[in-house]
């Protein structure tokens, strides 16, 4: 399984981004993703995810990210709006296939393929 994050960036507070991440090597749709981000200082921590077509958010980002998947394509998208200076981290997306757990985790630990991470700056 291989992963392809890309779309980050430097963009000033109030501005968007789109994430996206490209998988190869699975059977894309029975796949659970997710988007965790991370910064030097702190753990790694769950921003969207997504089974099937439903998406589920950490609180801090509800309203503002949307995340979405692309089957025929393989990929996933995380559409992130009114970014603010605390979204800077590097970005990383994961999969897990769907039918290991019987919910979507946003548990890091939980997840066992990643990719490299991408980088979002937001700019005061």
């Known amino acids: 399984v291989q992963l392809q994050a890309s779309g980050g960036g430097l963009v000033q507070a109030g501005g968007s981004l789109r994430l996206s991440c490209a998988a190869s090597g699975v059977t894309f749709s029975r796949y659970d993703m997710a988007w965790f981000r991370q910064t030097p200082r702190e753990e790694r921590e769950f921003v969207a995810g997504i089974r099937w077509s439903d998406g589920y958010y950490a609180d801090s980002v509800k309203g503002r990210f949307t995340i979405s998947r692309d089957n025929a394509k393989n990929t996933v998208y995380l559409q992130m709006n009114s970014l603010k200076v605390e979204d800077t981290a590097v970005y990383y997306c994961?999969?897990?296939?769907?039918?290991?757990?019987?919910?979507?985790?946003?548990?890091?630990?939980?997840?066992?393929?990643w990719g490299q991470g991408t980088l979002v700056t937001v700019s005061s």
């Open positions: 994961a999969a897990n296939p769907s039918r290991w757990l019987t919910l979507p985790s946003t548990q890091a630990g939980e997840f066992a393929y």
